[in-house]
């Protein structure tokens, strides 16, 4: 085993003593995903969350977001009833587990606790806390979870597994990207065998819209801008285009996977308003993204406001 391989599997088992502590003491834990989490935080919080209820946990799972409500293709997560806004906790839990968040920022206003953890497979991750399981060789944060369930002897029930598989297929682009391995196969497989019905999680997922996305949409792409210059390909949404489409922000989400598509360009870019703010999503079909990022936000600076 390499040392980078050594040192993951020496957190591993420090945030597996840090969570077997916070049990035996009796002490509230926290699950937290990151703001507006997407199928990879929230699968992941989910999952970790029913397996230590099952041990008999004090817990609870949060984000920060406004409104504090999960996105519409994720409610067939088992375990939602153990969610909770966080304006609501006053008190200061004795361990905080941060799933998926690699850097304090994407807790937003989630409070801290007596001792904060990090499960996270982005590279980018900013070690934060006070122990920070990181491993970037990792498809998804939820992969990493099942090792965490697997060390404290929880068995994998479909409730479970579905969480599982969502974080998932959520970060290997339904295994298409280039963090699919063998392993990641592998851990598939095991999931599926639990009976999980992996075509509705999909449909949920990717296959599922109201007509007026389809309408949104369309509009969205048929104003899309290609920059070879810049290997770029770009557009926008007002939120104007929303209301008119009877469409909440969360749901344009995947709007970016489409334009992304375009063969003459390496990166897509979207700028989506919400509210006041205009926020930008960026994609790379092959180079690192945060290499491509700053010339692509460059164009959409120089470009902005566009030309009617």
Request: net charge negative.
């Amino acid at each position: 085993m390499s040392d980078a391989r050594d040192l993951v599997a020496g957190d591993r088992a420090a945030v597996v003593a840090a969570l077997t502590a916070a049990l035996d003491a009796g002490d509230d834990i926290l699950l937290v995903a990151h703001v507006n989490p997407d199928g990879d935080s929230l699968g992941s919080a989910l999952a970790l969350a029913l397996a230590l209820r099952t041990l008999g946990c004090r817990l609870r799972v949060s984000f920060d977001a406004e409104p504090f409500a999960v996105l519409r293709t994720l409610h067939f997560l088992a375990g939602q009833e153990l969610l909770v806004d966080p304006v609501t906790i006053t008190t200061r839990p004795g361990l905080v587990v941060c799933l998926d968040t690699a850097s304090r920022s994407r807790l937003a206003r989630i409070t801290s606790g007596s001792m904060v953890v990090v499960v996270d497979h982005h590279a980018s991750n900013t070690r934060f806390s006070d122990l920070n399981l990181v491993d970037s060789e990792a498809a998804s944060t939820s992969a990493m979870v099942v090792d965490l369930i697997d060390a404290l002897g929880v068995a994998l029930d479909a409730d479970l597994a579905a969480a599982i598989y969502t974080g998932l297929v959520t970060d290997t682009g339904s295994f298409r990207f280039a963090a699919t391995t063998p392993a990641v196969h592998r851990l598939a497989a095991r999931l599926l065998a639990t009976g999980i019905r992996h075509d509705l999680i999909s449909r949920a997922l990717w296959d599922t819209h109201r007509f007026g996305y389809l309408k949104l949409l369309g509009e969205v792409l048929g104003c899309a801008r290609l920059e070879p210059e810049h290997d770029l390909a770009w557009t926008w949404c007002a939120q104007a285009d929303l209301r008119n489409a009877g469409l909440d922000y969360d749901e344009i989400e995947g709007f970016i996977d489409t334009l992304r598509t375009a063969s003459e360009a390496e990166v897509a870019l979207i700028c989506k308003q919400e509210g006041d703010v205009w926020k930008v999503s960026v994609r790379s079909r092959g180079a690192s993204t945060s290499v491509r990022c700053a010339p692509a936000s460059g164009v959409a600076a120089t470009a902005w406001p566009p030309a009617s």
